[in-house]
């Protein structure tokens, strides 16, 4: 078996006799994770001297994959890396891409992508802040969560046919344009959103119980959190004013710029971090309620003579230049023309800053797809937080991080 | 850019500069890297203001059209007042590609240090805890370096069976 | 054994079929979720899907305490050993769900890193198509594994006494052609090749 005891080298426990610490395995399976990753906890009594983590449980080569798959292909298999907010993926994902080849999208596009973005950032939330609770023992928040979530992937599935893993954005636009009914969805879930968010504040936010598991717990400051990488909420609760849609626009939020304020908190602990997500909720839903009522109308792909993206069922089978296109982009040796040039793009996801780095060497491949997962960089922080705490706090600051596996390994 | 005069008037001659789209990039050529890098990240973060370490990644540029160095390691800083990015480019060559580490500089490199070393098999001497990180320690290959066939030697299949009657 | 080598025939059945009754309507599953299917699984068990209804409400993350092992998402290189110790460890009688794709036969992920299906290394009662399956595909599939127990099980689980061979896809060892298949050399805890592979020519 490969447990072997990572025995933590403790020379900087100072001057202790350690004979009395002992070790304590928390994971790879262990519901306070909820996903894959292990901790190896030096422990005196209840409190913890040092917490090693240990990953890769979930390491299922999805960068090797990029190098293997086209920019289209590659969208499924960036879907499966944050789970919890996919579309968000795609959308950076070809944000680089689009940045890569030099496509400007549609004005439609950028607004549905916005949207979509924006319903993927409250669905993470939901979920990472419903799982939170559920771990410091308050179910009730993980339903009202959940409920929320289900409408959000209706939105998701009327709009691409699958409800968790959408792989809706293609180079230069989006698999298909939305019908009517998705703008009724969305709106409802516009107009049905603030109660749920006004439960789970209810339920949570000056819950004694809660509030004694998460104020105080799992400090991270502004300098730290500056020198260890972090972004995204995690980041803005240790008062690092930093949001790409402010600070990069990208998208539609340059006009919407007015629609949202940047969430930040001061203490960096886990209730801040909490707070933080549950304002920026309530921002996003601003932001989706802006952008569905400016929604604009034409195309939300770029044109067909750019030969740049797949073109719909229509053109392909009625025009030869939609068909050529079709076949273009379709044969293994042809597809896009890229710049022998690398390029990172970034997008600000639920967790932070989601980049990716891609390398084109002319084909239609990613020569290196390089992922900036967020994840992976705030659960580096994670012993920094913990030590000094309890075990029972492990739950509450994982829960806070947010670490989602398949974006930590990747 | 005003780092790059910063830049030009300490190391003048060891890097050169390239720019594509908005990543205005450093790049440090195998022979220069290994001594020139760490002064260079410090000298960007202490006085030009690059602060933060947005990210680190390995690139393996065997195959690679016009490439001259094979591995290489990418720096993307931004200074977190400003919001300027820069990417730093530090080449490194078979048969022993080492970087100095910049743990001492960033904390958050750590981990993406080691990651690039379990991808790529690049050292980065002066690291704290030079492991693997995502693959188990016992595995020898460096999977995402370009001669790494995507399916493995195997190593996906290497396991006991377990059988109803086991248990 | 014992019970059977104890009672007649016509006392063993019934006795098969009360307990067949009691264990299939309360399955307690035992989440073994690494990756995407995990949030569905939980979705299953929140409030829209509520799989209360069919009685594997109880989720148990001991595997001591549960009967049914649902592995939902793709089991990693490193995580094969602590998912068969987490088979060895649940008790008797137990089934297992292969849910999703990856869990089944790697998915989309066919890279050296992911096992192509949990099938190889653990016997697996039911397998649920899609990445990930809608709740309602993974209550259909407790339902399958409730009418199975019902046709197939016994009071004392002698029916799996028997199964010692291994159940799994036969094409194994041919995937990798001959040059492809030596493991670059090292000490592997992990990856000891049990299983001799043919010899190619």
């Known amino acids: 078996m490969p447990l072997q005891t990572a025995a933590p080298v403790l020379e900087d426990v100072a001057g202790a006799d350690q004979e009395f610490l002992y070790t304590l395995n928390f994971g790879p399976q262990h519901p306070a994770t909820h996903t894959t990753l292990r901790l190896i906890l030096t422990l005196d009594g209840e409190t913890i001297v040092k917490a090693v983590p240990d990953i890769g449980y979930l390491h299922s080569g999805f960068e090797k994959l990029g190098e293997d798959l086209d920019f289209n292909q590659y969208v499924t298999i960036v879907d499966r890396m944050n789970y919890i907010s996919p579309v968000a993926n795609e959308i950076a994902w070809h944000h680089t891409v689009e940045k890569l080849i030099g496509i400007e999208i549609t004005p439609r596009c950028k607004y549905l992508r916005t949207i979509l973005a924006e319903l993927a950032r409250i669905s993470d939330h939901l979920l990472c802040v419903g799982a939170a609770a559920l771990d410091l023992g308050a179910l009730t928040g993980f339903l009202y969560a959940f409920n929320a979530r289900e409408k959000i992937y209706n939105v998701i599935e009327s709009t691409a046919g699958q409800r968790f893993h959408p792989s809706y954005t293609r180079v230069g636009g989006l698999m298909a344009d939305i019908s009517d009914d998705v703008v009724a969805l969305v709106r409802d879930f516009v107009k049905t959103f603030p109660k749920v968010h006004a439960d789970i504040c209810r339920l949570l936010n000056r819950n004694r119980i809660f509030i004694d598991r998460t104020k105080g717990i799992g400090v991270l400051s502004k300098e730290d959190a500056i020198n260890t990488s972090c972004s995204g909420p995690v980041a803005r609760a240790s008062g690092v004013v930093r949001d790409l849609r402010k600070d990069e626009p990208y998208l539609a939020y340059k006009e919407l710029a007015g629609a949202f304020k940047v969430v930040c908190g001061k203490g960096g602990d886990c209730y801040n971090r909490y707070l933080v997500r549950m304002g920026e909720m309530l921002e996003s839903w601003k932001i989706i309620a802006a952008a569905v009522e400016n929604l604009p109308t034409g195309p939300v792909n770029v044109e067909l003579n750019d030969k740049l993206t797949i073109p719909d069922k229509n053109a392909t089978y009625r025009s030869i230049e939609g068909l050529i296109q079709h076949f273009e982009l379709f044969m293994w040796n042809r597809r896009w023309e890229t710049p022998v040039e690398e390029v990172y793009g970034a997008h600000e996801t639920a967790n932070g800053e989601l980049g990716f780095y891609v390398v084109a060497d002319g084909g239609g491949k990613a020569f290196r797809a390089r992922t900036r997962p967020p994840s992976f960089i705030h659960f580096a922080v994670f012993p920094m937080m913990i030590e000094g705490h309890q075990i029972s706090d492990v739950p509450a600051v994982l829960g806070s991080l947010n670490i989602i596996a398949a974006e930590l390994d990747r | ?167 | 054994m014992a019970l059977t080598n104890l009672l007649p025939d016509f006392l063993i059945a019934p006795l098969d079929y009360l307990a067949n009754m009691a264990r299939k309507h309360s399955l307690w599953p035992m989440p073994f979720a690494t990756a995407c299917c995990g949030i569905e699984l939980m979705a299953t068990a929140s409030s829209r899907y509520d799989i209360a209804r069919f009685g594997s409400e109880a989720m148990r993350f001991s595997p001591r305490q549960c009967d049914v092992m649902i592995v939902a998402g793709r089991v990693a290189m490193k995580m094969v050993p602590v998912m068969q110790r987490i088979w060895l460890q649940m008790p008797e009688p137990k089934w297992c769900i292969s849910m999703g794709a990856c869990a089944s036969s790697g998915g989309v992920f066919d890279t050296y890193a992911v096992v192509q299906g949990i099938d190889r290394f653990i016997p697996v009662d039911v397998y649920v198509p899609g990445c990930p399956p809608r709740p309602e595909q993974l209550i259909r599939s407790i339902l399958d594994l409730q009418e199975k127990i019902q046709r197939t099980g016994t009071i004392d689980a002698r029916e799996f006494a028997s199964r010692t061979a291994y159940e799994g896809p036969t094409a194994l060892a041919r995937e990798l052609g001959a040059e492809e298949a030596i493991v670059a050399p090292g000490d592997y805890n992990t990856a000891t090749r049990l299983r001799s592979l043919p010899t190619v020519n």
């Open chain 2, 1 to 167: 850019m005003p780092y790059l005069d910063t830049l030009n008037a300490k190391f003048a001659g060891a890097f050169a500069t390239s720019a594509f789209r908005d990543n205005q990039r450093v790049v440090l050529s195998a022979e220069k890297a290994f001594t020139v890098l760490f002064p260079l990240l410090k000298c960007l973060k202490e006085e030009c203001g690059f602060d933060f370490l947005a990210e680190l990644g390995g690139i393996d540029y065997l195959h690679y059209p016009h490439a001259t160095d094979r591995f290489c390691v990418v720096y993307g800083l931004t200074n977190t007042t400003t919001g300027e990015r820069v990417w730093v480019k530090a080449f490194a060559n078979d048969p022993d590609p080492e970087l100095p580490s910049v743990v001492a500089l960033w904390k958050g490199a750590d981990w993406m240090e080691r990651e690039v070393y379990d991808m790529y098999g690049v050292r980065f001497p002066g690291h704290p805890d030079p492991r693997r990180i995502l693959m188990p320690s016992e595995y020898t290959g460096h999977p995402l370096r370009k001669d790494y066939p995507l399916r493995g030697y195997g190593e996906r299949h290497n396991f006991p069976t377990v059988t109803r009657a086991d248990s």
